[in-house]
């Protein structure tokens, strides 16, 4: 090869028919004389580059799948809702603190066996699933908020989508308690009910107000609900029990019915 690329040579480059050592000298030429590129460019077909370029181009502007979102695709779920979930928010370390400190309580109750500690759980299981919502979809919590409120998809829809993708993990996680008190019967399971309606008692709120203040609302009237209805630590599993379950399936369906109505509220704003 001379020091420049002759015609025949570019031809075998471009062809890939040449041995590795003249591959190696022909890049490292090229990278130092525009006259060698340009005879290079000369020999390839173009509709070969332009399907190169093309290529490239896909590859560049294609977004990168991460594994939430690849593993939504393979279960079944459409783009639109896959992207929505894994659009992931800030909030997410402070629900699993919360989740962590009920956990951390159950395991108090569990080895006290006292009703006081166990009453104690049950006031603070639902808290983490509904930290988990206040951050789904908050102005305040999530960094994707401005887009995703004016992406051409239903924004009911993505708090929904984006609420159930945050509190189902924290509602696991919080179940992890369940083994420690199966003791306890069907109450150790009695926070789930009182869980749901927190949930859907913030969303609903959030047709007047942002999600984060109504969800801390929400959180302030149910930590104080031992207080407003004056029942001691220890006789809070006799409310559980009945009372709290009535509740919060009538909490759950107001609020699913709240929402249902002021729908165009959370579409366009409207009070």
Known sequence: ?????DEESAQRYVARRLDTANTSSIESHLLACDRCRAAVGGAVDGDVLSFVWGEISDALDRPRLGWA???????????????????????RFSYVIAVAISVAMAAVAARSGGNQAFGVFLVLAPIGPLVATA????????PAHAVLSVTPTSTLRIALVRTAASVVPAILLTALSIPMLLDRGWLAI????PTLALALGALALSSWVDLEIASLIVCGLWLSMPFLIRVPGGELIDVFGEQIQIASIAVAAFGTLTMA?????FEYGEA
């Open 1 to 5: 090869m001379t020091w420049h690329v």
């Open 190 to 193: 009695a926070w789930l009910l």
């Open 261 to 265: 109505l002021r729908r165009s509220n």
């Open 135 to 142: 951050g789904a979809f908050g102005r305040w919590a999530d």
């Open 69 to 91: 979102e690849r593993t939504l695709r393979r279960l079944g779920c459409s783009d639109t809702t896959s992207r929505i979930v894994a659009a992931t928010t800030r909030a």
